[in-house]
């Protein structure tokens, strides 16, 4: 009887033991706060991948719960208590916010590399298919009678980028008046504001206005899954800088600061930055793209961009072209650009949307 009950026994651990090896390996949970334009980019590639890769090293399945708003509304978000772990926004201003209530370690772009950066794109003008309006430049965006759509700088980083491109490619050349007439100039003509580019863009594809000011990674990627538009790069432009960290504060209080940190870096990495320009976003230096996809990049003639630093910096930018103080923020209002057109539909985006790991995708070819 003691031999039955001992082999009794034996089979049944052996069972649970069998049991336990068949069980699926433990859920890893990471939340990412990021701007609108690269969502297609993170939901479609980049998690997808990011996360085949860490079941692959660790065993473990990672389930990534993300939220999309413009990059103001989202900066705004995680200082209000949205516990992100880490944060992919549009402007460096943005992510100093977050450093400066020290939810971000002061060191987030040595921590980041590439100065913190993980994506680079140039401010273009979307045009309807074969531009038949003729628009070239910022200067054309003025002509009487001409809709323009861009976002609302109070929600969008894309907006101030758009901004700074309009005023630098004047301002350089001609000085901070002619930056300021021309700004004036092409607002009195936008007919919409909305909250993020990607809902800017989305308009236009709507059949809304003659021109959107945007990010060129937006128009390349609405080409390549098939939407007919083309693009317009004005020169001289301004390049963005996209900004990514860990929100250090919460990812450790979350026990997720390694995770966090294994991210930010597969952005950073090859196969990161060629995941990003499968969808438009052009690659920090010394990655070298599959040449069908580099073939879709316009070149960039000397001189045909400028950048922030040739402004003044962030922080001259600010405090005297975009802050609540600054010259273009009083252009703005004092024109009323910040009310919506009524045929300016909002698009949803849904917080906090759970991604279950799925194998690695390249995205629109």
Same mark, same amino acid.
């Given at each position: 009887m003691r031999k039955a009950f001992l082999w009794l026994?034996?089979?049944?651990?052996?069972?649970?033991l069998a049991c336990r090896g068949h069980e699926p390996p433990p859920d890893d949970t990471l939340i990412l706060a990021g701007y609108s334009a690269p969502r297609e980019a993170l939901e479609q590639s980049l998690i997808p991948a990011f996360a085949a890769r860490w079941r692959a090293e660790h065993g473990r399945v990672l389930r990534v719960h993300s939220s999309y708003l413009g990059s103001g509304a989202q900066t705004r978000a995680v200082l209000q208590?949205?516990?992100?772990?880490?944060?992919?926004?549009?402007?460096?201003?943005?992510? *100093?916010?977050?450093?400066?209530?020290?939810?971000?370690?002061?060191?987030?772009?040595?921590?980041?590399?590439?100065?913190?950066?993980?994506? $680079?794109?140039?401010?273009?003008?979307?045009v309807r298919s074969g531009n038949p309006l003729g628009l070239h430049t910022f200067a054309d965006l003025t002509r009487p009678g001409l809709e323009v759509l861009t976002p609302n700088p109070k929600t969008s980083g894309a907006a101030v980028w758009n901004l700074l491109a309009v005023y630098g490619a004047a301002a350089l050349g001609q000085g901070a008046g002619a930056g300021d007439a021309l700004v004036r100039g092409v607002l009195g003509n936008v007919i919409a504001m909305d909250k993020g580019a990607r809902e800017s863009v989305v308009n236009f594809e709507r059949g809304i206005g003659d021109a959107a000011i945007t990010y060129e990674q937006e128009v390349i990627g609405a080409r390549r899954a098939g939407r007919k538009y083309d693009e317009v790069l004005p020169q001289p432009t301004i390049v963005a800088d996209i900004p990514?960290?860990?929100?250090?504060?919460?990812?450790?209080? $979350?026990?997720?600061?390694?995770?966090?940190?294994?991210?930010?870096?597969?952005? *950073?990495?090859?196969?990161?930055?060629?995941?990003?320009?499968?969808?438009?976003?052009?690659?920090?230096?010394?990655?070298?793209l599959a040449p069908q996809v580099a073939a879709g990049y316009p070149a960039l003639a000397p001189g045909a961009t400028f950048t922030v630093g040739q402004l003044g910096g962030w922080k001259k930018v600010q405090k005297e072209l975009v802050g609540s103080q600054g010259r273009l923020t009083r252009l703005i209002e004092q024109q009323g650009a910040y009310v919506p057109h009524a045929m300016a539909t909002p698009v949803p985006v849904a917080p906090a949307s759970p991604v279950s790991p799925v194998s690695p995708a390249r995205g629109p070819s």
């Open positions: 026994a034996l089979s049944a651990g052996g069972t649970l208590g949205f516990e992100a772990d880490v944060a992919v926004l549009a402007l460096e201003t943005d992510m *100093q916010k977050l450093a400066d209530a020290k939810l971000v370690s002061a060191d987030w772009r040595a921590a980041t590399g590439n100065d913190g950066f993980v994506a $680079h794109t140039p401010v273009v003008v979307a990514a960290a860990v929100v250090s504060r919460y990812a450790e209080a $979350h026990g997720r600061g390694a995770l966090a940190a294994a991210f930010v870096a597969f952005l *950073q990495s090859d196969e990161g930055q060629g995941l990003l320009a499968d969808y438009g976003f052009r690659p920090r230096p010394g990655v070298v």
